[in-house]
């Protein structure tokens, strides 16, 4: 099976150990992917805050570059960039005068439909659950984690068209059917404040000591994600959420890919668990 | 605060819903928005409030206020609202229009971050991070800031320390330079 394949940036740089593990389970399972010919940035958050316009034809563009390598679907396993590509291909095809725009801007057309999908809808609605579970070797048994979506994943739900904006579940029966044991903690869906990661760290510090503290209540021995803000936001601040709160988390916030890797008796090493800040340790002896 | 009401027509909501194409009469301050806000308890003026500003016709208060600026972008506001007002864009077209009337922003933190994001993005087609990151400080003259952060960051293989450059430049200059700050609007509601 062949499918395309958007990394976008955190992928290439800070989000190594989500394309590490996402390879390593795809070779596994025999897919193939198609990286998206010169893509360019989503433009993430800075872009449609700065210039609307700008916003969608940065994620646009990606598709034109798709649709010329005549492409039907793109996985784009960052949340942010998944939300910003469905973002630019739902604009276009409610506003016949954007997506004329559109053109102007990227000097090309999307020919045809193109599907986007995050790791979470790759994985139950193309790979299918029942594929996967044929292919388990080492069930992740014993193991308690909190699924974290975040915003972009499912929201704005007109958009994205993806799971239940306030109680999603694509990611807790992914879990469970690895093995593990998927806690129910009212965290699912708040916003980590990733996008102020860098300029609003005071933000960010107390959005994550809610988030830890409502999973560390509930349970979870790690944070599951499918989004490279979320996972650099709570792994790295970590520390300092403790330093500044005097609280003592020390929870792993692992990659979906990673824990399925696991489940799909992929080596540890090479799955990336070990780039962590946090330790994933008790993870790795699987 | 001061309210001046000039009339019962609201000039700035009926310009908002012009670039926009939201109309924020619909609100009826049920607060909805405000209550599952992340970033309300760090600003003065919640999403409801701003939208009752504008409502009010109180541009420059509005176009000052730190509200648009310190939104994450995450969308509860919008997804929540009873009377679906994408509140979320209306942050968003509050920023911008701050931007293209000249205003100073209220938190330049996020600007200079966009901006360093953005430099970036223009030059190469795709974000150089660890170059990013130094020139955002350099901005913001906090060289040092996330600084522990870094050398652990690049023991972990986590920072690319070269920029990534796509061949297609030409087509990243075009949509730079020539986006406008607003998309067209199809057609405009009467009231
Ligand atoms: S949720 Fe909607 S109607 Fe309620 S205050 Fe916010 S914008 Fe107004
Ligand atoms: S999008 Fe902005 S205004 Fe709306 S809830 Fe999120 S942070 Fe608050």
């Known amino acids: 099976m062949a499918y395309g394949y958007y990394p976008g940036c955190s ?3 800070t989000a190594k150990e989500y394309s590490m593990s996402l390879k390593a389970v795809c070779r596994k399972l ?28 940065l ?37 016949p005068l954007l997506e004329k725009r559109m053109n102007e801007l990227t000097g090309g057309k999307v020919e045809h439909d193109i599907k986007v999908f995050n790791i979470l809808e790759f994985f139950r609605d193309i790979y299918g659950q029942d594929n996967l579970k044929t292919a388990i070797q080492k069930p992740l048994s014993g193991f308690n984690v909190a ?17 239940d904006p306030e109680d999603p579940q694509s990611m807790d029966e992914l879990v469970n059917l690895l093995g593990a044991h998927a ?5 699912k869906t708040e916003c980590c404040g990733g996008s102020h990661a860098i300029p609003e760290t005071d933000i960010v510090l107390e959005l994550g000591r809610r988030i830890f503290s409502s999973a560390q209540s509930q349970g979870a021995q790690m944070i599951a994600v499918a989004c490279p803000l979320c996972q650099a936001n709570l792994d790295m601040r970590q520390e300092q959420i403790n330093k500044k709160y005097k609280t003592d988390f020390k929870m792993p916030v692992v990659y979906i890919t990673q824990l399925l890797g696991l489940a799909l008796g992929i080596p ?11 330790s994933t340790q008790e993870l790795a002896k699987i | 605060m001061q309210l001046k009401l000039d009339n019962n027509v609201s000039q700035f909501a009926d ?19 405000s209550a599952g806000c992340p970033v309300s308890q760090f600003t003065q003026e919640s999403p409801t409030r701003l939208i009752r500003l504008i409502q009010l016709n109180q541009k420059e208060t509005v176009l000052n206020s730190k509200t648009p600026y310190l939104c994450a972008s995450c969308s509860t506001c919008s997804e929540r609202c009873p009377m679906e007002i994408d509140v979320a864009k209306v942050m968003e077209t509050v920023r911008i229009l701050a931007s293209r009337e000249g205003v ?13 994001f953005l430099d970036s993005v223009k030059s190469n087609g795709r974000l150089f991070e660890f170059g990013m990151t130094i020139s955002f400080n350099l901005r913001n003259r906090t060289p040092l800031k996330d600084a522990m952060l870094g050398p652990v960051m690049l023991q972990k293989g986590k920072l690319g320390l070269f920029p990534q450059s796509i061949k297609n430049k030409e087509k990243i200059k075009n949509i730079f330079n020539n986006s406008s700050y607003f998309e067209p609007k199809e057609e405009k509601k009467e009231h």
């Open chain 1, 11 to 13: 992928l290439h740089s």
């Open chain 1, 30 to 57: 025999n897919i193939e992917l198609n990286e998206v010919e010169d893509w360019n940035c989503c433009g993430a958050t800075p872009a449609h805050t700065t210039k609307e316009e700008l916003g969608v034809a």
């Open chain 1, 59 to 95: 994620a646009y563009s990606n598709l034109v570059n798709a649709s010329k390598q005549g492409l039907d679907n793109v996985l784009a396993p960052c949340a942010a960039c998944y939300n910003r590509l469905k973002n630019a291909s739902y604009a276009a095809s409610h506003s």
């Open chain 1, 147 to 163: 699924c974290y979506y975040g915003c972009l994943l499912v929201r704005p739900s007109k958009v994205v068209n993806f799971d």
């Open chain 1, 183 to 187: 806690v129910e903690w009212s965290c």
């Open chain 1, 268 to 278: 540890s090493a090479e799955l990336g668990l070990n780039s962590h800040f946090v």
């Open chain 2, 15 to 33: 310009e908002i819903e012009a670039l926009s194409g939201l109309n924020l009469y619909d609100c009826y301050q049920c607060g909805k928005c």
């Open chain 2, 104 to 116: 100073k922003p209220a938190v330049k933190e996020v600007v200079n971050f966009s901006g360093a």
